[in-house]
């Protein structure tokens, strides 16, 4: 069974930094893409950096210049957020897009403080 977990989430300053990583319980071959997504109550969840298999990266305009995804080893990957500002203030959840479906992390909680 497969288990992704994040980790890394907290209060930050305005100006601040974070790394989030999100690691896997249980191996996962055949990756297409590695995600983190962010979701506001009362929002719709929205991308906000994505790694494809190739190492290609995507990020949403609000995070270009400011974050960073990486693959740091088989079964983790990392969001470097640096300069966060208060709107970036969400959960942060983590989704491995595989041959063999779609699997999602529960989540870890940014709040950056003015």
């Known amino acids: 069974q497969v288990q992704l977990v994040e980790s890394g989430g907290g209060l930050v300053q305005s100006g601040g930094s974070l790394r989030l990583s999100c690691t896997t319980r249980g191996r996962l071959f055949n990756i297409n893409a590695v995600g983190w997504y962010r979701q506001i109550p009362g929002k719709p969840r929205e991308m906000v950096a994505r790694?494809?298999?190739?190492?290609?990266t995507e990020y949403a305009d609000s995070a270009k210049g400011r974050f960073a995804i990486s693959r740091d080893n088989a079964n983790t990957y990392s969001l470097q957020m640096n300069r966060l500002r208060p709107d970036d203030t969400a959960q942060y959840s983590c989704n491995w897009d595989t041959s063999i479906g779609s699997f999602w992390g529960e989540g870890t909680p940014v709040t950056v403080s003015p």
């Open positions: 790694r494809l298999n190739g190492g290609a």
